[in-house]
């Protein structure tokens, strides 16, 4: 599958937020946002011309990013959710968050969204006892998540938890840390996914 590979600090720039893709970096001194507040580029201290279309397009920009996917992978999440029952955005997230990659980061397993779709490809998580290396692998109300017995002194890992002590767990997972697994307790709520993102203007979008 087709990823981006570029330098991420420059996505957190071009969307003048952090989006919290590097892990510990993003909190400390070194955190590219807090060193230059501008978009990247030779006309990034320019400011931008506002319109509808860039509002959604920066919105649809910034989501994608944050879970790490190109275009052609999010459109599908798009479609999916538009043909569930409910509020088209709210289930685009629910279906973003479910992911077993997003659910490793959360769990406080890896540092970074990236780093737990690495952990999860490695073949270092298993999903109610079962090996699974396909990070958009979704889980269910019930699985249990857990690190692979031979992952279980995997020194990223250790760090991640360490580091994961910053973090708060969300309230539709339950994590052990000592036994190294995590399980869920029910599907998100829009109220339990802690994103500064406006999904109505992703929808609004592609609506058109």
């Known amino acids: 599958m087709a990823r981006y590979t570029g ?24 955190c590219a ?9 030779q006309a990034g201290k320019k400011r931008p011309r506002e319109s509808e279309y860039r509002v959604q397009l920066r919105e649809k920009q910034k989501t994608k990013r944050i879970y790490g996917m190109l275009e052609k992978q999010f459109r599908s999440y798009y479609e999916e959710a ?12 629910r ?3 479910t992911r077993l990659d997003n659910v490793v980061y959360r ?37 249990l998540v857990s690190i692979a017995p031979k992952a279980k002194d995997y ?3 250790k760090s991640a938890i360490i580091s994961s002590e910053r973090s708060t767990v969300p309230g539709w997972l339950e994590v ?30 592609y609506s058109k």
Not at 33 to 41: A, L
Not at 82 to 93: D, F, H, K, M, V
Not at 187 to 204: A, S, Y
């Open 95 to 97: 279906l973003l968050e």
């Open 82 to 93: 538009n043909r569930q029952q409910g509020i088209t955005g709210e289930n685009l997230l």
């Open 7 to 30: 330098p991420v600090c420059r996505l957190c720039r071009r969307e003048g937020e952090k989006l919290f893709l590097k892990g510990d970096r993003c909190y400390g001194d070194k």
């Open 107 to 143: 769990l406080g397993f890896a540092s970074s969204r990236k780093e737990a779709r690495q952990t999860v490809r490695h073949g270092h998580i298993q999903v109610n006892g079962k090996r699974v290396d396909i990070p958009s692998f979704r889980v269910s109300e019930g699985d």
């Open 176 to 205: 052990d840390i000592e036994k190294l697994q995590g399980s869920v307790i029910s599907l998100p709520t829009r109220d339990q996914i802690d994103l500064t993102v406006k999904e109505n203007l992703i929808v609004e979008l």
């Open 33 to 41: 946002v807090e060193k230059r507040p501008y978009p990247p580029g």
């Open 155 to 157: 020194l990223k890992i």
